[in-house]
């Protein structure tokens, strides 16, 4: 029931050190929105429906810190490379599998039938699932210029920072009992190392800095935008027509919260 652990209790430190862990869970939603969309046949999300999912998203941890889960909302990459398996993106099938999962979470003896799955089948299924969706990050690569010395070098960076940097940051943090950040201020400490432990943030970071700053004038084609552009805008007339096909809410939602807010 809410606030079964008590009143909550704010405070600046701790609040500022969640906002790593929440600019993290941003940064991988957003891949993965795209990586879904590219293995349901769907055109990539425009920047509407991004914000409307990271804030859902949101809220979905704001009633979970009410309720004391111990969890928080994050999207579940292994869905993804199992949405790519079976070639079932219907929202439908989310609805019931959502029953389901609650429905079974009532009897004990469901949860202790799937912790006793050994972990060797899990690592299996999970070799298979995360590879799918890493190749669905490769693909997109298909729509920028791959001779381009520019690209390489954008690419190449990218990877390598976001192997590198956070598996730095976890060896450090195994053998030291804290990250590399150890400034007086703790909250600080928290922001950096949750933010660079986590391997999708770094890379969309290094990307996103060095593909708009590094001669990104007269290089459009070169970045691939326009492919891109037409699937972004939002207004009728310029956006794709097959957005309002994939990314319509399934109830009318319009008539209750005015648009420029969705």
């Known amino acids: 029931y809410p606030f079964q652990w008590g009143t909550p ?3 600046a430190g701790h609040s500022f050190g969640m906002m790593g862990a929440v ?6 939603s ?3 929105h795209f990586a879904t969309a590219r293995l349901a046949g769907a055109t990539p999300p425009p920047a509407s429906v991004l914000s409307r999912s990271v804030g859902l998203q949101g809220i979905g941890m704001f009633l979970e810190g009410i309720f004391g889960a111990p969890a928080g909302s994050s999207v579940s990459v292994e869905n993804i490379g199992l949405l790519g398996l079976t070639k079932v993106g219907s929202r439908r099938v989310i ?7 609650i429905f079974f979470s009532i009897f004990g003896k469901f949860g202790a039938f799937f912790a006793s799955i050994p972990l060797p089948i899990f690592a299996a299924i999970f070799c298979i699932l995360f590879g799918i969706v890493a190749a669905v990050g490769v693909s ?12 390489i070098y954008i690419i190449g960076l990218s990877l390598f920072l976001g192997i590198s940097v956070p598996q730095y940051f976890h060896e450090y943090t195994a053998s030291a009992s804290t990250g590399p950040a150890r400034t007086n201020a703790g909250w600080f400490n ?7 432990a986590s391997g999708p943030t770094v890379s969309l970071i290094v990307a996103s800095i060095l593909d708009n700053t590094l001669e990104f004038r007269g290089y459009e084609n ?8 037409p699937f ?9 027509p097959r957005n309002d096909e994939f990314y319509s809410f399934p109830i009318r939602v319009h008539d209750v919260i005015p648009s420029r807010f969705l």
């Open 9 to 11: 209790i704010f405070t």
């Open 23 to 28: 600019l993290v869970s941003a940064f991988e």
């Open 30 to 32: 957003t891949g993965a």
């Open 95 to 101: 609805q019931i599998s959502t029953g389901f999962m």
């Open 140 to 151: 997109y690569m298909q729509f920028v210029n791959k001779n381009s010395m520019r690209n």
């Open 190 to 196: 928290d922001i950096i190392n949750t933010v660079f």
């Open 222 to 229: 070169d970045r691939g935008l326009p492919w891109f552009m």
């Open 232 to 240: 972004l805008h939002r207004r009728k007339g310029y956006s794709d």
